[in-house]
């Protein structure tokens, strides 16, 4: 079974730290996406990464994925009340197929 | 509005009572797939697929069936549920394209007593 690492579990920062998450595997991805879900929603995406050493920001957030497609990250600097959530990556296991991993989550708090 | 509707959004049932939980998108996609989410264990496929009659196994298919007889809907049949079933559910499409970017539901929350 594949399996997708995310780290930190739970992060509680102040407003205006930097931070990163992880998200490691064993297994090669053919892409990798990040997503946030809120309470009571389901998640919405951030963004998808494809190319090993691929790096895509949006906004304060820093996506990387790993040379190997093996791993991925996601900083955001200067973190805002706004960006708490739970964050998630999932990864498409094999090209051809819609097969997907879900790492599970990173539980973000930002505190003003 | 492009969106992916689920119904029902909360539903309590008893052991071995029959249900489905239906899912729909307005987007056109040729791909859907069913998640359940679970403190701790972060969201798992359960089944996907690929065009209408194409469907496939994810990571826990067991208890679980799924018919797509039209691109638009993709219903989640329990046969026969347990309380290892209470979950919260989530149903999404995709294009496809750019790498099968995925658009979910609002989720269904199931208990099984």
């Known amino acids: 079974t594949q399996l997708l690492e995310q780290s930190p579990q739970f992060l509680s920062i102040q407003e205006g730290e930097n931070l990163t998450v992880y998200c490691n595997s064993s297994s090669v991805f053919s892409s990798l996406q990040w997503y946030r879900q809120e309470p009571g929603e389901g998640p919405v995406l951030l963004v998808t990464v494809v190319t090993g050493g691929e790096v895509k920001k949006l906004k304060r957030l820093t996506f990387q994925f790993g040379d190997a497609r093996k791993d991925s990250s996601l900083h955001i600097t200067a973190a805002q009340p706004g960006d708490t959530g739970l964050y998630l990556c999932a990864g498409h296991t094999t090209s051809g197929t819609y097969k997907y991993i879900f790492g599970t989550g990173t539980r973000l708090k930002v505190l003003a | 509005e492009a969106q992916v509707t689920q119904n029902p959004r909360y539903l309590i049932t008893v052991t071995g009572k029959k249900l489905t939980v239906t899912c729909s998108q307005n987007m056109n996609h040729e791909y859907m797939s069913w998640y359940r989410q679970d403190p701790g264990l972060g969201l798992r496929q359960i089944y996907y697929?690929?065009?209408?009659?194409?469907?496939d196994k994810g990571d826990v298919p067991e208890g679980y069936k799924v018919s797509r007889k039209e691109k638009r809907n993709f219903p989640l049949i329990l046969e026969s549920p347990s309380p290892n079933q209470t979950s919260l559910y989530f149903c999404?499409?995709?294009?496809?394209?750019?790498?099968?970017?995925?658009?979910f539901g609002p989720g269904t929350r199931l208990t099984v007593t």
């Open positions: 999404a499409s995709s294009s496809g394209a750019i790498s099968y970017e995925q658009y």
């Open positions: 697929s690929m065009n209408v009659e194409v469907t």
